[in-house]
């Protein structure tokens, strides 16, 4: 009962990971969701299409941006300081968060005509959330599980998952409502994730929805310093762009 007590209470401490912003030299804009004000760092607003960015649970979008900006040309790169991360306000939790991303999404598609949803580790829930709700021109996916329960209830099987747990992440309840083309980009070697969790989530998308590809020799966090991994993405964002 201790140990179900401490994690109940700790159990977000375990699952977000706030960053404040390290790069000042990017761009920001701030939108107001009715329950914060979020901040977002961007290259490129004046581009009629736009990726909007939901990154990993540690991760400091502004020091992403310029690598994204630089391999993505062409368009607006929106990547998102989640609640408690990088001046914007609140505390981060699922509902939180997933009412932020709808918010930020439903802002830019009056600005932009097509918006790719993109979405790395835990940003990947989100960017699922969104793509489910809406019809965005796309979905990349980096590193995605099919719910952080079944990744809890694998590390400690000991304790009931399901009733403790506040943020569950069911990220495949939500898959089989998106329509739009797909790309999911795992590491050969994710520590993190494994291997299962992301086979999973996959087999729950609509028929031809969905395209799983490996980039070999990569972690969790390596893989975005593969050149795989940027001419896949490069490729599957100019494809959704092009195509009518």
Known sequence: MGICAFFFFSQRSFIYFP?????NTVDQIQVNTDQSVVR??????KSTRAILYFGGN????SLSLPE?????????????????????TGSPSEASLRHDALAIYWHLKDKHSDILVMGRSLGTSLAIGVAAQFEPKGLLLITPFDSIQAIAQRVAP???IRLLL???????????????????LAASDDE????????????KFPPEIATLQVI????HNSISSSTLYWSSTCRFIENVFVTP
């Open 166 to 184: 506040s943020d569950p992440y069911r990220s495949i309840d939500l898959v089989s409502d998106i329509q739009c083309p797909t790309l999911v």
């Open 192 to 203: 993190i994730i494994p291997k299962e969790n992301t086979l999973r989530l996959v087999k």
């Open 158 to 160: 000991f304790l009931p």
């Open 68 to 88: 994204y900006a630089r391999m993505i040309s062409g368009v607006a790169i929106y990547m998102v300081h989640y609640r408690g991360y990088g001046g914007s």
């Open 19 to 23: 960053r404040q912003q390290q790069n």
């Open 58 to 61: 540690a991760e400091d979008v």
């Open 216 to 219: 070999p020799e990569t972690d």
């Open 40 to 45: 977002l760092s961007v290259s490129n607003p």
